[in-house]
């Protein structure tokens, strides 16, 4: 266990798939009274807003990080739209933004999860799936740090115990946990609990993954993008 209470900024990666488009809304406002308006104007003309959205009742107005200079929506994403299942650091009530400490390590823990998921589809024999790959700026404080000794937090194949202490910390105020990767050696990771320490995210590649049928058999970075 450890304790970072310096919100120094630190730079990650994170990798989104593209069929999930961007949410313009959160980025076309620079101020809370400027997002009220909109998003009631929008609520009316655009049915489609809450589907594109999420529920916004799962975010507190104060965590819109309206300081992040680009890709606001990429940070209240995972907040607003929450995978049922959880993950290692948020269940199906909360959110959290998962950051890799460089590409390698961001397509490591990309790869496992999709690759587990693909598997269930049946029929699935071959297919190409794109990603953009972010770069996100955060100053989270204070930063929970697990360590790697800790196994039942670590747990590759459980997020029973990671889960309750992500809401033991989001309740007493933590920003975001930090953690070694267990998809890949060497790669620290961190899961932001609120997005309001987000200063910055801008796209920088794009990253295909191949299924070939039983696995995904190829990664391959496929530009890189001008910022």
């Not at 807003?49 to 606001?72: A, M, N, V, Y």
């Not at 071959?126 to 700026?137: A, C, K, P, S």
């Not at 993954?209 to 890189?224: L, P």
Request: a negative charge; glycine letters at 6%.
């Amino acid at each position: 266990m450890g304790i970072n209470n310096h919100p120094e900024k630190r730079k990650g990666y994170r990798l989104i798939n593209t069929r999930y488009p961007c949410i313009a809304l959160f980025d076309d406002v620079a101020t809370p009274e400027e997002f009220d308006i909109l998003y009631a104007i929008q609520a009316i003309t655009n049915p489609r807003l809450k589907e594109e959205i999420g529920d916004l009742s799962l975010l507190r107005h104060s965590e819109i990080p309206f300081q992040c200079q680009r890709g606001r929506s990429y940070a209240v994403a995972p907040f607003t739209h929450i995978n049922p299942d959880g993950g290692r650091f948020n269940d199906c009530f909360f959110g959290a933004l998962y950051i890799a400490s460089n590409d390698q390590t961001a397509a490591a823990e990309v790869r496992y999860h999709q690759q587990k998921y693909w598997s269930k589809i049946e029929g699935l024999k071959y297919d190409r799936f794109l990603f953009r790959g972010l770069i996100v700026t955060h100053h989270s404080s204070p930063t929970y740090i697990v360590h790697s000794d800790n196994h039942d937090v670590l747990n590759p194949d459980s997020y029973a115990v990671s889960q309750h202490l992500a809401r033991d910390l989001k309740k007493n105020g933590y920003q975001a946990i930090q953690y070694p990767s267990v998809r890949t050696d060497g790669g620290e990771c961190w899961a932001l609990l609120t997005p309001e320490s987000v200063d910055d995210i801008v796209q920088t590649y794009l990253l295909e993954m191949i299924w070939d049928g039983e696995k995904i058999a190829e990664v391959n970075r496929v530009n890189n993008v001008e910022t």
